[in-house]
């Protein structure tokens, strides 16, 4: 099956840090980004160098704000189930919480514009975490199938769209701290000043073409998707 490029697919994600104290005031101090250890697979993005003829995704660090840019997402497939075609970005970023703070919630919003004829069944959704980075650099598995975000929007084959702005429902990951006596070492309380988190985002856009001549793209002129993720961070309760 032959898909049709998204001609002129430009995606921004905005990752905002909404960094809180308990008194609600801004701490920046307390969210380092490690980019340089970012990780990415997926046909939809690859990030590569600058000296890479072949990049089309970008990583930008600035102060409290983190941004993804991609140029293809949505360009490049792979097969999946169902005859449905899939163009996925998985990223993991590394991040350094402050010495007795601890990430309590995790809140993230999709905004996208999407051109779509008949004839092609549609569906955008991202996935997020936040996980306890291992020596090695891998996350714990356990905190990868609890606190997760998710959100999706589905464009059925017979729908015709021109809808410069949408937004996805605001997915929120919560990591409560347990308060019960004898609790094992909190696992989002940062108690190690070198210590490191893993933010996951998995990120797809799935494609089934139902008739030959069908197109779409999740772009409008002048308009990117935007994706922006706030955290909440909170002093470490005591043990």
Request: charged share 25%.
């Amino acid at each position: 099956m032959k898909l049709p490029k998204a001609s002129g697919l430009r995606l921004l994600l905005s990752v905002s840090c909404l960094l809180f104290g308990l008194s609600g005031v801004a701490q920046a101090q307390d969210v380092i980004w490690r980019t340089e250890m970012m990780k990415s697979q997926g046909v939809g993005c690859q990030f590569g160098s600058s000296s890479d003829p072949n990049q089309d995704a970008f990583v930008i660090a600035n102060g409290d704000t983190v941004s993804f840019v991609f140029t293809r997402l949505g360009e490049t497939y792979r097969n999946g189930r169902g005859n449905m075609s899939i163009s996925p970005c998985r990223i993991v970023l590394p991040l350094e919480v402050t010495e007795g703070r601890r990430v309590e919630e995790i809140s993230q919003t999709l905004t996208y514009g999407i051109v779509k004829s008949a004839g092609i069944r549609a569906r955008l959704d991202f996935i997020s975490n936040l996980a306890r980075r291992r020596p090695n650099g891998t996350s714990h598995p356990e905190d990868l199938t609890q606190n997760m975000a998710a959100a999706f929007a589905d464009f059925p084959a017979n729908q015709i769209l021109n809808e410069p702005l949408a937004i996805l429902p605001q997915p929120i990951a919560r990591f409560p701290e347990e308060e019960r006596r004898g609790s094992p070492h909190k696992r989002f309380c940062n108690r190690e000043r070198s210590r490191l988190f893993n933010y996951h985002s998995d990120i797809f856009v799935r494609l089934q073409k139902l008739r030959e001549n069908a197109t779409i793209s999740f772009a409008v002129d002048g308009l990117d998707l935007k994706y922006e993720m706030g955290l909440k961070v909170r002093n470490c309760k005591r043990m």
